[in-house]
């Protein structure tokens, strides 16, 4: 039997890492869901989810509320690690 399935929708990958975010009690800004939407859609979903809790820790540890900043840093980074993100 072959089962097919479908990729994530750009959308539903936010709102995935939205629910996420809550459930961790991560308060993440609009424009971080956004580069991590962008980040599942060219890497994988599992890589963006495991961009929330390092990120938090450091927004944390920073005195940062937004985590945009970091979010940027891990996008940034994600751009080395994966050719072809841009």
Do not use: C, D
Not at 18 to 26: M, N, P, S
Not at 28 to 34: F, G, P, Q, V, Y
Not at 59 to 65: M, W
């Amino acid at each position: 039997m072959i089962i097919r399935t479908m990729l994530y929708t750009p959308q539903e990958m936010k709102q995935i890492i939205k629910i996420r975010a809550q459930t961790e009690g991560i308060n993440i800004s609009e424009e971080a869901l956004n580069h991590l939407g962008e980040i599942g859609t060219k890497t994988t979903l599992r890589y963006s989810v495991q961009l929330l809790t390092p990120a938090h820790l450091l927004a944390k540890i920073n005195g940062f509320f937004k985590h945009r900043f970091f979010f940027f840093y891990f996008w940034r980074q994600s751009l080395a690690l994966w050719p072809g993100l841009e």
